[in-house]
């Protein structure tokens, strides 16, 4: 009888053994088809960023001969080469040729945005020293700053400071910063400074009094195409990119961004980076 037994189970035991290993092997052909449509999905996604980025570079690329064209065009009507202008002449052509650079401005943000994606952004780190940096930037928006009542300072650091990085990119991050921070201060002083963190890495900052950006904001600051949703920034529109391709580009120069700010009292915009890069950085998305 308890041989019988026995045999019953191990019977009812070799049954419950195959029922599982015929579940499991559904379970694994399941997980196999649920792999299959993954690369798939991961396959298309590939293929759509790919084409978005190639559109944007041909897109921005195509743009860049008629802006050009324009912008030459209206400083050859301001120069008077071709004759006076009324003063009601001169007001508007000079709202084309602002118009015109706000537009090149953009497309120049859709065309390195495509490059960052595309992984087509290349290093070129060399030494340079901070006071040439700041001399260069000055220089830039001195035209800029003398149309407003606003002061722009720069606070030179106390000690001679050199750094082995990306000039230019490093130089587009600040512009990016100090160009927001003129736009959206009306009042006051936008103050660019720099200090070093630690022996090995140096942080910039541009501190401004404006508007200020409301907390629930600052999370996606730094994201693509992000707009504020307020009465200024819907006079003073954009791509919503210089932020995010100033986190980018930090990134490649392997450092990181940040901001501090409180509605109604200003801004602060830093990029911190290593004083001397790693040589190489991967360009950003890339392996």
Same mark, same amino acid.
């Given at each position: ?109 859709? =065309? ?20 040439? =940096?700041?001399?260069? =930037? ?57 200090? =070093? ?91």
């Amino acid at each position: 009888m308890n041989a019988q037994v026995t045999a019953d189970d191990l019977a009812a035991r070799d049954a419950d053994i195959e029922a599982l290993r015929q579940e499991l092997d559904e379970t694994n052909r399941g997980v196999l088809a649920l792999y299959a449509e993954l690369d798939d999905k991961a396959a298309q996604l590939r293929d759509a960023n790919e084409l978005k980025s190639r559109f944007l570079s041909y897109m921005s690329h195509e743009f860049r001969t008629p802006l050009t064209s324009m912008t030459s065009i209206t400083g050859i009507l301001l120069s008077r080469l071709d004759g006076p202008l009324t003063a009601e002449q001169t007001k508007q052509v000079e709202f084309i040729r602002n118009s015109t650079r706000e537009l090149t401005e953009m497309v120049n943000d859709l =065309l390195d945005l495509a490059k960052v994606e595309a992984g087509r952004i290349t290093i070129s780190p060399e030494w340079f020293e901070m006071v040439d =940096l700041f001399s260069a =930037l000055r220089g830039m928006f001195k035209p800029i700053v003398a149309s407003t009542s606003l002061s722009l300072v720069f606070d030179e650091p106390e000690d001679q400071i050199k750094l082995y990085t990306d000039d230019k990119k490093l130089s587009q991050i600040l512009r990016n910063f100090i160009s927001n921070a003129l736009k959206f201060t009306t009042v006051g002083e936008v103050r660019v400074s720099a200090r =070093l963190t630690d022996p090995e890495h140096v942080e910039f900052a541009v501190t401004d009094t404006g508007i200020g950006i409301a907390a629930e904001h600052i999370p996606n600051l730094f994201s693509d195409f992000v707009q504020l949703d307020m009465r200024l920034q819907k006079r003073l529109r954009g791509t919503g990119l210089g932020l995010s391709l100033a986190r980018k580009f930090a990134q490649l120069l392997g450092g990181t961004v940040a901001v501090e700010s409180e509605l109604g009292k200003g801004s602060r915009f830093s990029v911190t980076l290593p004083v001397k890069i790693a040589d190489p950085v991967p360009p950003v998305g890339m392996p």
